[in-house]
């Protein structure tokens, strides 16, 4: 690849709109009956000026600087469990109208706490409540404030956008007051806006009466009992509903949860009865399981174990250390707090493994100090204390005859860590650092991406992400990649964990996680079409906004990658042709033209065969060609493309032919002279003609070529 090949000048990069959907395609306004006027005819000017309003809709819709979204499908809403009972009926009905069921309001806000259901709520009353023929957008709420000016109007569109972050998302009386003009332009649009707002950020605002603007409280969550049962029917198991319900200790801690809260609950479950079955050595076929089996008293007991919240022993284990009247605390030193840490995280591992584990948070948390006792002491304290195979006993986990910790209890340590990271605000830093230093190769990093994700994702804001990427991006860039992967698959603060990675890839220390995080989605077939779009709007936004020539390669590199997958070179296509229609910026829609040049094709080149008739090739190469700050990215990329046909004199010869129609424009004169160094410089031979020769005589006429030369072997 050539020097700066992947290097476009900020300063020749106009803004990028980022309207994702359509432009307004506004209805004209209804004909009068003819008349003359000055011998104008009314109705054609009617219409004139119809044409002329849309027409300036479109373009101040596409030059505006827009929040961005992404399309969802209904369907695939309508398909997900959905519970509708309670406040959150009460709440529907004062917004849908009786007996259409249709949305009422223009614009809805809808107040709640956090992990109360709020955007599914919303989500849902978009799905069902709005014309089919209404385009659903989920929005990314990437601005400093919220501002009127950044919310999109396009015709017939329902925009759904999460206003929950304390920093950016804070509401402002000018913002609540220019919702009824925005209410408005949205009536002629007929087209919806509902945003959800973290109780939080909705102190002391209040709304007068308006038509078109409405507010609604969700202060209940759905009933937890059945969230539990929707989400266990809907994912295969209604065989645990009635053995959920029967358990007195689980019905104990399932009262009251939130609905983030109760979907973990229904996750919890399953795993359990999996995990269970997985260990039985005689199994009935898959969906043949017996009541005795459900109702088995060590399943039983496990799964209450795993639906207890254990704060009761926890608030004992973490009381104070000091003795009490009736004896030693039944609290735990610093020193096997550690411990215990360690096997929440491991779980069951070798003793050595998890002492190391436990020794560095130990280490972490003991700052140098002049008072530290000597070496000798020190020594002389810790072993006159328990030995570690008592201590390990003493938190509730075993040793076996070969050293091996046994801590079956994965419920129980992720409550640990949610106990101590909930409990303890001052240990949540040092936990996210314990859990990221850079392992030896020994240790898998699959227990610590877990843990972290648990922890991050806890509270549904994306604070505690932007902590671990500050820690984690420069010396565990790999486990931070693992642990947005899950984030992003959350079903819960996915959206958050998006909204960050979006914010990141404006940031250049953070490019790198957002391409990999990025491309893994990308490359998982199981991503659903809503998760790989908002990958490539982040690998979008990455291009657009970096200078930086690696980074760009990066995300060239990934989109090369999607090309053999069918699905993914859809969404290139679909890249290069907003490019061309002015929805996004050259620096994405160039990378994937470019990217695309390498799918391979039976007959002729792909980007010139009819698969590929929604992209203008001789366009696309002109604008490249003809640009000096995107030609030295696509020379390089042509010559590679000319070179992977050598061997097909039949797809080089196509190949030839339409470069040399596009290089005889006008103002390619640079880019021709170009190429054609870039040719010789990698010398191509189909055969025995030498490809550069080859070009430069189909290019030059004949009585011209003893005064433009082609030099060969500058190399």
């Known amino acids: 690849m050539a020097e700066g090949a992947f290097s476009v000048p900020a300063s020749e990069e106009p803004q990028e709109p980022k309207s994702d959907g359509t432009a307004p395609d506004f209805p004209a306004p209804a004909s009068v009956p003819p008349h003359r006027s000055g ?15 849309e027409f300036n809709l479109r373009q101040e819709t596409r030059k505006r600087d827009v929040l961005e979204g992404v399309e969802r499908d209904r369907r695939e809403i309508l398909e997900q469990p959905f519970v509708l009972s309670g406040r959150w009926k009460e709440a529907w009905d004062q917004v849908v109208h009786g007996e259409t069921r249709l949305l009422r309001p223009r614009v809805l806000l809808v107040v709640a706490p956090r992990s109360f259901g709020s955007t599914t709520f919303a989500l849902h009353l978009l799905a069902r409540c709005i014309d089919a023929d209404t385009t659903l957008v989920k929005l990314d709420a990437d601005w400093n404030a919220p501002s009127r000016g950044r919310l999109p109007i396009d015709h017939r569109h329902a925009y ?9 998302d804070r509401l402002s009386a000018d913002f609540l007051d220019s919702l009824t003009r925005h209410a408005e332009a949205l009536a002629s649009a007929r087209s919806f806006l509902v945003m959800t707002v973290a109780k939080e950020l909705w102190p002391d605002h209040y709304l007068s009466v308006r038509s078109d603007v409405k507010v609604v409280h969700l202060d209940a969550p759905p ?7 929707k989400h266990l029917e809907y994912r295969g198991h209604p065989q645990l509903v009635s053995h959920v319900q029967s358990l007195d200790e689980a019905a104990v801690s399932l009262r009251g949860l939130n609905a983030v809260e109760a979907v973990r609950a229904a996750v919890t479950a399953m795993a359990v009865w999996e995990e269970y079955h997985s260990r039985q050595t005689e199994l009935p076929p898959i969906g043949v399981r017996t009541a005795t089996q459900e109702r088995s008293p060590d399943f039983a007991g496990r799964l209450a174990a795993a639906l207890s919240d254990w704060r009761q022993k926890l608030d004992v284990l973490f009381g104070e250390t000091t003795a009490t009247s009736d004896g030693p605390s039944a609290s735990l030193t610093v020193e096997d707090r550690c411990l215990l840490l360690a096997l929440a995280v491991c779980q069951s591992a070798p003793m050595t493994e998890v002492a190391a584990m436990a020794g560095s948070l130990r280490s972490l948390l003991t700052a140098p100090s002049r008072d530290r006792p000597a070496a000798e002491a020190l020594v002389q304290s810790v072993f006159a204390g328990r030995g570690m195979r008592r201590r390990i006993q003493d938190v509730g986990a075993r040793v076996d ?44 990093t699959r227990p610590m991406a877990e843990a972290l994700a648990g922890l991050v994702l806890r509270h549904g804001t994306a604070d ?30 996915g959206r958050a964990a998006w909204a960050t990675l979006y914010r990141w890839a404006g940031q250049q220390e953070y490019t790198r996680t957002v391409v990999d995080t990025c491309r893994n989605v990308l490359l998982d077939e199981s991503s659903g079409p809503s998760a790989a779009k908002m990958a490539l709007v982040r690998l979008r936004r990455i291009a657009y906004k970096s200078n930086d020539p690696e980074t760009r390669f990066h995300v060239f590199s990934v989109m090369k990658e999607l090309v053999p997958r069918p699905s993914r070179t859809a969404m290139l296509v679909a890249e290069v042709t907003a490019w061309q229609a002015a929805k996004v910026s050259v620096r994405s829609g ?7 040049m390498g799918k391979e094709h039976t007959k002729v080149p792909w980007l010139i065969s009819e698969e590929a008739a929604d992209i203008d090739v001789d366009r696309a190469l002109r ?5 000096a700050a995107t030609a030295q990215e696509v020379i390089p990329e042509l010559t590679k493309w000319i070179g992977s046909y050598a061997a097909d004199t039949v797809g080089y010869e196509r190949l030839r032919d339409r470069l040399v129609h596009i290089l005889r424009g006008n103002g390619l004169f640079q880019a021709y002279w170009a190429f054609m160094r870039a040719l010789a410089d990698a010398p191509l031979i189909v055969e025995g003609v030498d490809v550069a020769e080859d070009f430069h005589q189909h290019l030059v006429d004949p009585r011209l070529r003893s005064v433009f030369t082609l030099e060969t072997g500058s190399a």
């Not at 009933?223 to 539990?228: G, K, S």
Request: hydrophobic share 45%; with cysteine; aromatic share 6%.
């Open 464 to 493: 505690h992400l932007d902590t671990l990427g500050g820690i984690a991006c420069a010396k565990n860039p790999e486990l931070l990649g693992a642990v947005l992967l899950r984030a992003v698959g959350d079903e819960h603060a």
């Open 590 to 596: 160039s990378l994937a033209f470019l990217a695309l």
């Open 160 to 168: 759904q956008v999460d206003l929950k972050d304390t920093r950016t």
């Open 223 to 229: 009933e937890p009992e059945l969230v539990i049962e």
């Open 401 to 444: 005859a070969h050293d091996a910790v046994v801590f079956d209890q994965r419920a129980y340590g992720r409550a640990v860590l949610a106990y101590v990271w909930d409990n303890y605000e001052v240990m949540r830093r040092p936990l996210l650092v314990w859990l990221t230093q850079p392992g030896d190769g020994s240790v898998s």
């Open 623 to 627: 604008d490249l060609l003809g640009d």
């Open 39 to 53: 011998g104008l005819h009314i109705e054609q000017a009617n219409v004139a000026a119809g044409h002329i309003a």
